[in-house]
């Protein structure tokens, strides 16, 4: 409880970003043809549960295959939050990792996951932002600017994920580490007005149900080139592509 008053009572000023939800091309066929991002098991949580990223494009795609497949490259839908259907949970890092204890030698010892659990609501997310990271664009680049001699002594939650932000030598995790992770346990309607772009490889055009479903829900394409590579290679492109959104917007 002193953790998440503690944040609500700030203040915040900042944009609402973007949501994103990453898949590769045989999810993006599924959502396709559902019209929705369903719910899938979640067995951290044990139950039915669809995950998006607050304002960057954090998850990965575990295939490391060398190959053009553009069906097995990531797509990302990039979601205004009020779309989702029913907000169930929101956390300040990835809670997959968090379980498989990788953050063990940055989180206070003692401290379960449930006590970094954020107030369910968008407001709460945007007062954390501001308070740890500033601004929209320091917290897409992962900067904090907020240290750990800023923070009450006992505030042990908030030590926690400003040394986990600050360590640069996390190498088993990735820059999910300081991304919000939201949870939904209800589908999104993709036929909403809420998906504004999707970030996909660009022969995925080609395919009359790609651009059927851009044309008619007016959602911007924002293609990437695929070579011979691998999928998971493609992580910093995405990014880019997703900031540069993020700034055309005035969002960072």
């Known amino acids: 409880m002193r953790y998440r008053e503690h944040i609500d009572g700030q203040q915040s000023t900042l944009n609402l970003i973007p949501l994103m939800h990453t898949c590769d ?19 951290v949580f044990n139950e039915n549960l669809a995950y998006y990223f607050y304002g960057r494009p954090a998850y990965r795609l575990k295939r490391e295959d060398c190959t053009g497949m553009i069906q097995l490259f990531p797509v990302c839908f990039i979601i205004e939050p009020a779309g989702i259907s029913s907000f169930k949970r929101a956390y300040p890092f990835d ?15 003692k401290l379960e996951m449930s006590q970094f659990e954020f107030k369910p609501n968008f407001d709460f997310i945007k007062k954390f932002v501001e308070y740890i990271y500033t601004n929209n664009s320091n917290y897409y680049k992962g900067k904090a600017t907020l ?65 059927q479903l851009l044309i008619d829900y007016n959602i911007d394409p924002i293609t990437y080139e695929v070579y011979r590579s691998s999928p998971s290679s493609t992580t910093s492109v995405i990014l880019n592509k997703a900031s540069e959104y993020l700034s055309d917007t005035g969002v960072i």
């Open 25 to 43: 091309g045989i999810g993006f066929r599924g959502i396709i043809d559902s019209k929705q991002i369903a719910t899938t098991h979640c067995s």
């Open 95 to 109: 809670t997959g990792a968090f379980d498989a204890a990788l953050y063990q030698q940055h989180v206070v010892s």
């Open 147 to 211: 240290s750990s001699d800023d923070l009450p002594p006992l505030a042990a939650e908030l030590q926690s994920i400003v040394h986990i932000i600050n360590n640069k030598g996390l190498a088993q995790v990735d820059d999910r580490c300081t991304t919000i992770e939201v949870q939904s346990d209800g589908p999104l309607d993709i036929t909403n007005g809420s998906v504004k772009a999707i970030i996909m490889p660009s022969e995925m055009l080609g395919d009359e149900s790609v651009t």
